[in-house]
């Protein structure tokens, strides 16, 4: 019986691992070595409209169902994001239903268990957007899962969440950091064509981040560091860390990857790209 843990991500003495990119072609994996975007193919073809990993766990939402592990399904039916937090999923259905995985998946019963209560919804949000962990950006604000139900967390019309040490989170103009309350750090330019910031990623131990804009990827090297630096990275709609490594896709298909002071890239020919998340990549 498969659990959400069980895709791993492929590492050698070469530092190579694999990202995984949501299209609408399917979840693609690409190697990064380096600084190099090298081989890719597509692992399992469906409408992938969002991907997430923490650890080995890998979960993908689709038009169709939410996948997880070796892309086992789960009886969810469609979905527009999908987080892991803990050791469950947690997804986001496009009437802005939020539903928490418990329990392992039964491929014999189309993923569902067999009592038909592996997914239990906490809630409900407006427009759901993208998630991280236990946290929801949707376009009534950020929400949070405790103690088994959604709550309100602030903020209005975010777009992104991440839930990796001290929790970010970015509206089209602001990105923010959780202190005494939501605290802005750092503006983005929402105005004369930009559409200001799209997405927010830390690493696992919540030091390094970056914030993407139409036009730049802004990065901070550590939980303790006042500047952001400035990459002038157009078109990046998602990122991962992986390792030392970023890795970032844009909404024209290409991977890039950001290692050791530069920025390289590969076009990998995708419609609609729409998230990256790299297995174990920390």
């Known amino acids: 019986m498969p659990t959400i843990a069980e895709k791993r991500v492929f590492t050698t003495p070469d530092d190579v691992v694999r990202a995984l990119v949501a299209s609408s072609m399917g ?8 600084d190099i975007v090298g081989e890719f193919g ?8 969002d991907v997430a990993a923490r650890g080995d766990a890998v979960a993908v939402a689709t ?13 969810h039916g469609p979905a527009v994001a999908v987080s892991v937090a803990g050791d469950g999923v947690l997804a986001a259905a496009p009437d ?48 949070r899962l405790h103690d088994g139900e959604l709550e309100y967390a602030g903020l209005d019309d975010a777009r992104d969440v991440s839930d990796r040490g001290v929790p970010l989170a970015v509206t089209a103009e602001t990105l923010y950091t ?32 970056v914030a993407a804009t139409d036009g730049a990827v802004y990065e901070r090297a550590d939980a303790t560091a ?11 709609v998602d990122a991962a860390f ?15 990857v950001h290692a050791d002071g530069g920025w390289r890239g590969r076009m990998l020919g995708l419609p609609d790209v729409r998230a990256v998340a790299v297995p174990g990549g920390g």
């Open 178 to 209: 959780l202190g005494n309350g939501w605290m802005a750090d750092l503006s983005g330019d929402a105005s004369e064509g930009d559409d200001g910031f799209r997405c927010v990623v830390a690493d696992d131990a919540g030091e390094r981040a």
């Open 242 to 256: 992986a390792g030392r490594h970023l890795v970032a896709i844009t909404e024209a298909g290409e991977a890039r």
């Open 27 to 34: 979840v693609v994996s690409v190697s990064v070595s380096g």
């Open 226 to 236: 006042t500047e952001w630096t400035e990459h002038s990275e157009a078109g990046v």
């Open 42 to 49: 597509i692992d399992h073809r469906c409408d992938a409209r």
């Open 63 to 75: 038009d169709e169902d939410v996948l997880v592990g070796d892309f086992a399904p789960t009886g």
């Open 96 to 143: 802005g239903t939020v539903s928490l995985l418990v329990g392992d998946v039964d491929p014999d019963t189309d993923g569902a268990s067999p009592d038909g209560d592996a997914w239990v919804e906490v809630g409900a949000v407006d427009e759901p957007r993208r998630m991280d962990g236990r946290l929801v950006a949707a376009g009534d604000g950020v929400h």
